[in-house]
């Protein structure tokens, strides 16, 4: 499992590291303004998209489904046809009415924004089918053990980010995100084909073939498998979707505040995703294959046993990325993005964001682990309810946030529904089990160490601070 765990977060590191090189000189280029937040608008968007029908939800459900079935390739090609055809349809849709879902995106842009933002929009949406290709050759992969290719992959896309960025020194900033935005399709395409180069090498292309040809013929039998794993996946998707659809909100509602808001919420949530993906994503998607097989043959003892030293492994971890986050927020904003557009006033107000953001790893992070659970033992509806129960949370905080709080007050809107999720999960896989996994020595040295380490970082940032 840590062998799997080392692996993904491998990837993801060097993946972010480029990633932040990335938002460096984008920040550099653009600041946070207007050209900034019409570049992140037209990005988020195919990504919301990506993260609620593709990354998490099929992902979660495609696994146990495929090691299910007993027609392996007719079911997997089937299942590929069809989403993929209901993704270009709906990229065909933003590309003939952008300006409608640059809109519903960002309601408070007025209509010159609008109108600015549109063709970016819809060149960007072209990434969720080249992603959705990628989510399932990743998904067949993962099955097979093999996680190195996923891992890295985003690295390409990052890769070619920077490339545009570099290209497009000296121009416009309207040039500027024009070349950022085409970079996002290349990157897409390079991800695509490292994935089928690992496709090739693992032996699972003829199996792909063996599907495409005996589609016609075995359609039928295969019914059943499609139907369950079509019930199982609209309650997924919902489930998967409450922090993307609060990412939604975000930007909706921050699109009423100061320019730049968007770009303040984008910045320091990038720093709050690192620890998340590169320990609770990189743990959770390591560890979901081999519960699903545990609880598959009834062994839930093993399975148990190996969420529990997860569980260690990630409260230890995402404690320590807490404390550090939250005491050295301006510190991080500051070394990364402070330079060129990118003024001390934006670093004081994404800093605040961050902090914000930092006070809800560890809930995120768990939930992320426990929730696995839930799709490993078929309860994709249970773990929706709780969704809904996160993102109601969500809603009604962040409305009584954002007028005193301005746009960090959006941040911790988004923290305390995690909360609620993480409360309602836990209830879900069962208190006394729960309780159980905490009973432990462990709890008091992470205690313990959580304070001493506080200590430490507050005496080493009046130390810095005295320097700087």
């Given amino acids: 499992m840590f062998k799997a765990i080392f692996t993904n977060s491998s990837g993801i590191l060097f993946s972010r590291i480029l990633g932040f090189i990335r938002d460096l000189l984008t920040a550099s280029a653009l600041g946070a303004n207007v050209y900034s937040d019409i570049f992140f608008i037209a990005f988020k968007l195919p990504n919301l998209f990506r993260r609620i029908f593709a990354e998490g939800a099929f992902s979660q459900v495609f696994i146990p489904a495929f090691a299910r079935s007993r027609h392996k390739a007719v079911f997997s090609v089937n299942i590929f046809l069809l989403f993929v055809s209901i993704i270009l349809i709906i990229a065909l849709l933003v590309n003939l009415i952008p300006q409608l879902f640059t809109k519903v995106i960002a309601t408070g842009f007025d209509a010159q924004t609008i109108e600015l933002a549109a063709p970016y929009v819809a060149i960007n949406f072209w990434y969720l089918p080249l992603i959705f290709i990628v989510t399932f050759l990743s998904s067949m992969l993962q099955y097979k053990g093999h996680f190195a290719t996923s891992a890295f992959s985003t690295a390409l896309l990052n890769l070619s980010l920077i490339l545009a960025l570099y290209f ?60 369950k794993f079509r019930n199982n996946f609209f309650p997924a998707m919902w489930g998967n979707s409450t922090a993307q659809v609060s990412a939604f909100l975000d930007t909706f509602l921050a699109s009423f505040l100061a320019t730049g808001s968007i770009s303040y919420l984008y910045y320091a949530n990038r720093i709050f995703q690192l620890p998340l993906a590169l320990f609770a994503i990189a743990t959770s998607v390591a560890l979901f294959p081999r519960i699903a097989r545990y609880l598959k043959n009834n062994d839930e003892a093993k399975a148990k046993a190996n969420l529990e030293k997860a569980f260690w492994f990630l409260t230890f971890i995402l404690s320590a990325s807490t404390i550090g986050g939250i005491i050295f927020a301006h510190e ?96 879900a896989f069962g208190v006394a089990d729960f309780l159980d996994i905490l009973r432990s020595k462990k709890l008091i040295y992470l205690l313990v160490g959580s304070v001493l380490f506080s200590l430490l970082l507050i005496i080493l940032k009046d130390i810095i601070s005295a320097y700087i």
């Fill in 168 to 227: 497009s020194h000296n121009r416009s900033e309207s040039e500027i995100v024009y070349y950022l935005s085409y970079g996002v399709i290349i990157g897409g395409m390079l991800q695509v084909c490292l994935h089928l180069i690992a496709i090739y090498k693992m032996g699972l292309l003829r199996l792909l073939i063996g599907g495409v040809r005996y589609l016609s013929l075995k359609s039928k039998i295969i019914q059943q498998d499609t139907r």
């Fill in 332 to 427: 991080i904003i500051w070394l990364l993005f402070e330079r060129g557009a990118f003024t001390t006033l934006d670093t004081s107000n994404t800093s605040s964001v961050l902090q914000m953001y930092m006070i809800g790893l560890l809930p995120f992070g768990i939930q992320k682990l426990f929730v696995l659970w839930l799709y490993a033992k078929e309860l994709q509806m249970q773990a929706a309810k709780i969704a809904t129960l996160s993102l109601i949370s969500y809603t009604v905080l962040a409305l009584t946030f954002i007028s005193p709080f301005g746009v960090a007050g959006l941040a911790l809107a988004g923290t305390l529904g995690g909360f609620v999720s993480f409360f309602f999960t836990i209830k």
